[in-house]
């Protein structure tokens, strides 16, 4: 070997940048763990039970509504019953043959206290003694109840409730036309 063979290059590196990058170097080992674990997926099974209960501020609770009016009823009807308006909503009542698929509109439900009441309803057409009805009773919107409300007094009929009904009762037509 020659001297110049052996002569080591020199370095371009200076002492304190070359402690700096140690200090890099060490905090970079340090962190990477960490920032792993946060950027990577979690490799632990998601849970499989049951989902957390509602919250209070979610949908409101159902209410239970009841019929009070007789199940056997005239072609026009004073439909009453006890149940308590849906906060910020209105209840519409529906009537349906049941097996038809079909809901015919009829009105929107008048409450007082925890009563409700729905006059001159018209179930069926003279002919329909000893048929039976659902009364169903559903959650609208005031938009809902303005569109609906175009067609008070006709057989206006959709295909499904604009929601999920509250209930529905099952009442039997009688031969007596009542009061319209």
């Known amino acids: 070997m020659t001297a110049q063979e052996k002569k080591q290059p020199k370095s371009r590196i200076s002492g304190p940048q070359l402690a700096f990058a140690g200090v890099v170097l ?21 849970g499989t039970g049951s989902p957390p209960p ?13 019929l009070t009016s007789a199940v056997s009823v005239p072609q026009c009807a004073d439909i ?11 209840v519409g ?3 349906q043959v049941p097996g038809d698929t079909k809901y015919y509109w009829e009105k ?7 009563s409700w009441r729905a006059d001159r309803v018209v ?3 003279p002919g329909d003694a000893g048929k039976e009805f659902n009364l169903v009773l559903v959650p ?10 175009k067609h008070d007094g006709t057989a206006y009929a ?10 529905q009762f099952r009442v039997t037509r009688t031969t007596d036309l009542g009061s319209c």
Request: glycine share 8%.
């Open 26 to 46: 060490a905090a970079l080992i340090g962190v990477t763990p960490a920032l792993l674990d946060r950027l990577l997926p979690d490799d632990t099974p998601t």
């Open 54 to 66: 509602p919250s209070a501020s979610g949908s409101p609770s159902p209410v239970a509504f009841t």
């Open 80 to 90: 009453t019953g006890y149940g308590t308006k849906p906060q910020g909503r209105e």
């Open 93 to 95: 009542l529906f009537i």
């Open 108 to 114: 929107v439900l008048k409450f007082d206290g925890d």
């Open 123 to 125: 179930i069926g057409a």
């Open 140 to 149: 609208l919107s005031v938009q809902a109840v303005v569109e609906f409300s």
């Open 158 to 167: 959709v295909d499904n409730p604009p929601v999920a009904p509250i209930t």
